[in-house]
């Protein structure tokens, strides 16, 4: 595997204005494959427009990102998820009217159809099948395979999350940006979703990069973790590296740095 094939996603001193305010200010990070990498700080630190200017919806101000080597910088959204790249929202983006099997294969459908809309119409019985085949193996990885002929609308939050993520794993993304998506959860869903996570990374071998608030979720899972600040990073390291550090915990976890808080490996 090549060193620009392991690196997954790489940004290089991104920068993102809008007007007067400097959102993201020279950030790199990498989020290499078979890796989960955190995203922290405080709201309004950057976090979401980062993935907007991984993402293509919003165009850096300088800089540069990278997937598997390719520059995509100024590259549309769907020729990105064409080079691997994936993504959750804080908002949940399901559709109510149609069934949770439905939901899952449209990650799939997405991918099949990349900027060809059409091909949604003229289907072939192979692009069905394939269809298929990542609907059901995402929604096993999930667990959520009983829920399959159910509808959005009265599932929990919890299931409702598991679905948006067996979407994102249907579409055969090998790059997944998460954006919150604990959100909602409780302690055991929250557990549940993590495992999930470390079973992506270390079978395989996808690269994830998350945004996330829940710090023993963060610490529990990711093998590095960049912190941002009013747009610019200001600490990176290891989630022991980044629990003991006093930059950290004066810019962002304040009181929730408490004794409760799991290292790396801690229970995920």
């Not at 940004?11 to 020279?26: E, K, N």
């Not at 399901?94 to 449209?106: G, M, P, Q, T, W």
């Not at 269809?131 to 995402?138: G, K, N, P, W």
């Not at 915990?249 to 009181?255: D, I, M, N």
């Amino acid at each position: 595997m090549t060193e620009a094939h392991d690196a997954g996603l790489m940004i290089r001193d991104v920068s993102v204005r809008f007007g007067g305010l400097l959102a993201v200010d020279r950030l790199s990070l990498r989020a290499p494959v078979g890796e989960i990498t955190g995203l922290i700080g405080p709201n309004g630190a950057g976090k979401t427009t980062t993935f907007n200017a991984c993402t293509g919806l919003v165009r850096p101000t300088s800089g540069t990102v990278h997937l598997f080597g390719v520059d995509v910088t100024h590259a549309p959204p769907q020729v990105r998820a064409q080079h691997g790249l994936g993504r959750t929202f804080q908002r949940m983006e399901l559709f109510d009217s149609l069934l949770v099997r439905e939901n899952v294969a449209l990650g799939k459908e997405a991918g099949l159809a990349g900027s060809r809309p059409w091909r949604h119409l003229r289907s072939s019985r192979s692009n069905a099948a394939a269809v298929r085949r990542a609907a059901d193996a995402a929604m096993e990885r999930c667990g959520i395979s009983d829920l399959a002929g159910s509808r959005p609308a009265d599932l929990s939050t919890g299931q409702r999350r598991l679905v948006e993520l067996a979407r994102c794993i249907a579409g055969g993304f090998s790059v997944m940006l998460l954006d919150e998506p604990s959100s909602g959860l409780d302690k055991v869903e929250t557990t549940q979703f993590g495992q999930i996570l470390r079973s992506l990374v270390e079978e395989e071998g996808a690269a994830i990069l998350i945004v996330e608030h829940d710090m023993n979720l963060v610490l529990g899972i990711c093998d590095f973790i960049q912190v941002l600040d009013f747009g610019k990073p200001i600490f990176a390291g290891t989630p022991q590296e980044i629990a003991s550090s006093e930059i950290v915990r004066a810019a962002y976890l304040g009181s929730e740095a408490d004794d409760d808080l799991v290292p790396a490996g801690g229970g995920f």
